[in-house]
């Protein structure tokens, strides 16, 4: 049956939400997700205890489910990344909470302004995707969708429409919310007021016919039940805790919501979307004792427009043919009567759009995945997050090559944020991001960083700690970046992250294992992504990218406290900095300028290209042993211009990047483990969220 609503349940809403509009302005109307001061849900909150799992269900084949709140999110904010999963043969569902259908006028740039039509409109966006992703499978933009109606939970219908060819497959499922609902009700709302309704928008020629009524927690069932439908190993989210952005002449506000760097409807659609995985990791737990395996990557929306670009231009060009695509036009022949595309969004519009929100990527969290280390007997361990909760993969033997399965350690729900290091006595240490409530409908919507250590080295490990967040602001607290970290001889601990105000903070562990105090540290504004290590005189040095140059914190001497160190000269970083201690105390950094795909090597005043290691995203440098202890050539890591993994050894000219025999495409980024001489192992996870061991040849580099 499907769900409709009384008009008297109706008018009771209208009326709710008429007598909270007054109390709740200030949540509404600045970044979404707020919980509008103290927590006050008059509507009963489950719990998010995703249970610790001693085991993961096995999974054969990988499966990407993205949830976006309009037709183009994914297009503009998560391609590469899902280009190049789709063209590795991993199937595709993409499932949009709203209908886009704005004021209804989809104008084609230098044309007369036509009639408003809220349906043709988002029939014409729908059109618009099909067309991207015929055309992202290698087909005709115009080939016909098997179109169908889909019954979801709570008695609501959604269209959905499947592709395929070759064995790549794409499914779109539109729930088509109204994006303004009767009673001018809006997305933020249904996350933030309790008792709200939000109706469906039935799109023009949609093969479904009634509208379906939404609920706060309708929408989160919805969400869980196409998560257990369909079993996805990665899961794309638009971001829930988006920067805050001041708005003024330098910075116009445009599509932002006031206050933050994202647009209205993002924010709470990644809250619903991580409350969603939230409740069905733990459903899944429950029901089957195992829990589902899978790993999440959140991607940053309009904060592309407000940091340098990092995209170079064949991949920006790739991501384009898929917009202009998407956005089509009125004189395109394909057969759909309302329109072909978003003709906002046709042509040239993506690489001419001052926004420039096409010529970046960026992960809301950083981290590398997974995070490698060593047990006491050789053998590779690495941490992160599956299933919404901590893991520990183990080497199966000592230079195996290969991982044994994933041992729960509990902790979430989790964000992928997640770092581990190997303290002074050989125990590991873990910090990780965690979403400590949820809740909406007024509730109580908080972060908090944990950690967790073992209790000797190689032993069992101790309860989770929480440390807090370096603000007590709850709103503040929320825009907490990733946790960076690095033990000191001396038995401590430093933990870095960035903070709300786009500043770096940092809490020390103790050689007994106390915590002390949040600190801030003094530096201009920085992006998410620290780079953090130890020189040969056990010093402290981070590194991370800003606005114009890169920002730098060290210690005078080991012990001392980590201060800013200014850095002159530098040229303006597109990406993350990877970092190098050299010999003299010095640090070597290696980037890419913004929208460039040749990283450079900065080092004493000079200025080396890596001509043949083009690519994108953060490069992660470290510098290998030579023989009497000298340092040797620096090894380099970063993905390459298709998204897969390449390393090279050294800076000569000639020196070129060596990529593994089998396609390697890594969720999020890879990371490296360099033990003694030239031993080096990549690690990353793979589509089917199982992590993978590559062990380049040094022998063969240039």
Not at 255 to 261: A, I
Not at 317 to 325: G, L, M, N, P, S
Request: with cysteine; net charge positive.
């Amino acid at each position: 049956m499907r769900n409709t609503t009384p008009a008297a349940t109706r008018r009771q809403a209208l009326a709710a939400l008429a007598a909270l509009t007054a109390a709740t302005a200030a949540t509404t109307a600045g970044c979404s997700g707020s919980s509008g001061g103290s927590p006050t849900s008059a509507v009963p909150v489950r719990p998010l205890s995703p249970r610790p799992a001693e085991s993961f269900a096995n999974t054969e084949n990988a499966l990407l489910l993205q949830i976006l709140a309009h037709p183009d999110d994914d297009l503009y904010f998560m391609n590469p990344d899902a280009e190049h999963m789709l063209t590795a043969g991993v199937p595709v569902v993409c499932v949009y909470v709203t209908a886009g259908e704005a004021a209804g006028i989809n104008r084609e740039a230098g044309t007369p302004r036509p009639a408003a039509d809220k349906a043709a409109y988002s029939a014409a966006r729908h059109q618009g995707l099909r067309q991207a992703y015929a055309q992202l499978l290698g087909l005709d933009k115009f080939t016909r969708w098997r179109r169908s109606v889909l019954e979801l939970p709570g008695g609501v219908t959604a269209e959905t429409n499947v592709l395929g060819n070759g064995g790549r497959s794409v499914r779109l499922i539109f729930l088509n919310i109204a994006m303004l609902s009767a009673g001018n009700v809006r997305i933020p709302q249904l996350w933030n007021l309790p008792g709200i309704l939000m109706r469906t928008l039935i799109a023009a020629d949609s093969p479904v016919r009634t509208p379906s009524t939404y609920r706060h927690q309708t929408l989160v069932d919805v969400l869980a039940g196409i998560m257990d439908r369909y079993r996805p190993t990665v899961i794309h989210t638009l971001d829930p805790d988006p920067d805050f952005q001041i708005h003024d002449a330098t910075h116009p506000r445009d599509n932002d919501q006031p206050g933050c760097s994202d647009h209205r409807d993002h924010t709470p659609v990644a809250l619903f979307a991580w409350k969603a995985i939230a409740q069905w990791a733990d459903d899944v737990a429950r029901r089957e004792k195992r829990a589902p395996r899978f790993t999440v990557t959140s991607f940053r929306g309009y904060y592309n427009q407000r940091w340098p670009h990092n995209l170079p231009p064949a991949v920006v060009e790739q991501k384009a043919r898929a917009v202009a695509a998407y956005g089509g036009s009125p004189q395109w022949d394909c057969g759909n009567v309302a329109g072909c595309g978003d003709y906002g969004q046709g042509g040239t519009r993506p690489l001419t759009n001052r926004k420039g929100w096409i010529r970046s990527t960026h992960y809301r969290y950083p981290s590398a995945l997974p995070t490698p280390l060593t047990d006491p007997d050789g053998r590779l361990v690495a941490y992160g997050a599956l299933g919404a909760q901590a893991v520990r993969w183990r080497e199966t033997a000592p230079g195996s090559g290969r991982f044994g399965a994933p041992q729960g350690l509990g902790g979430g729900p989790l964000a992928p944020a997640l770092c581990a290091v190997r303290d002074a006595r050989g125990r590991h240490v873990l910090v990780a991001l965690r979403f400590s409530a949820l809740d909406g409908q007024g509730g109580a919507n908080t972060r908090e960083l944990v950690a967790l250590e073992q209790r000797t080295p190689g032993g069992p490990f101790r309860a989770w700690t929480g440390l807090g967040t370096p603000d007590s602001d709850p709103e503040h607290g929320r825009r907490v970046g990733c946790p960076a970290a690095v033990a000191t001889p001396d038995g401590r601990v430093h933990l870095f992250v960035r903070t709300a105000d786009k500043g770096l903070a940092t809490r020390i562990r103790d050689a007994n294992g106390a915590w002390g105090p949040w600190q801030r540290l003094e530096g201009g504004e920085i992006q998410d992504g620290l780079t953090v290590l130890l020189d040969r005189q056990a010093r402290v040095h981070v590194v991370a990218a800003g606005r114009d140059t890169v920002h730098y914190w060290a210690q005078d001497r080991p012990g001392d406290p980590v201060a800013l160190r200014p850095l002159a000269g530098l040229p303006r970083p597109g990406e993350q900095p990877g970092a190098v201690p050299s010999p003299d105390g010095s640090i070597a950094l290696v980037y890419r300028p913004p929208a460039g795909a040749v990283p450079y090597v900065h080092s004493g005043g000079t200025s080396v290209p890596l001509r043949h290691f083009e690519g994108y995203g953060p490069v992660t440098a470290h510098a290998l042993a030579a023989s009497g202890g000298r340092q040797g050539p620096l090894l380099l890591l970063s993905r390459d211009l298709n998204g897969e993994v390449q390393v090279q050894y050294g800076t000569k000219p000639a020196a070129k990047p060596l990529r593994p025999t089998s396609r390697l495409v890594p969720v999020g980024t890879p990371t490296l483990l360099a033990g003694e001489g030239e031993q080096v192992r990549v690690v990353g996870m793979s589509p089917g969220a199982t992590p993978w061991i590559w062990r380049p040849r040094a022998t063969s580099r240039a």
